[in-house]
């Protein structure tokens, strides 16, 4: 059985990784992807302590994010699919719209 500090420590490195991919890359997919990197960190911290705890509700609360996470992703690469379309790019730097 896994200790829940080696658990933390593995969701601690994911949303880390995951919080650096956000603030350093500049294309909408691979930030998408690293949004989705920190989500799951936070749904293996409920399972842990769900598990640690012996209750459920941990782990009822993590497949109610994955739902969030799957309705966030069509959303979000619909948005990218329409602004590629448009600009013919994903970088955000280069994605002005709101410039008149």
């Known amino acids: 059985m896994v200790s829940l500090n080696a658990v933390l420590l593995i969701s601690f490195l994911l949303f880390s990784i ?3 991919g ?3 890359r500049r294309n909408a997919l691979i930030i998408l992807m690293c949004v989705e990197l920190m989500l799951n960190a936070a749904n293996l911290n409920f399972i842990a302590f769900a598990r640690h705890n012996g209750s459920v509700a941990g782990q009822a609360f993590a497949l109610l994010v994955m739902g969030f996470a799957a309705a966030e992703v069509a959303v979000g690469l619909a948005l990218v699919v329409a602004l590629y ?3 013919d790019t994903v ?3 280069d994605i002005n719209l709101l410039k008149g």
Do not use: F, N, P
């Open 18 to 20: 995951g919080i650096a």
């Open 22 to 24: 956000v603030l350093i």
């Open 85 to 87: 379309r448009k600009r």
């Open 91 to 93: 970088q955000v730097d």
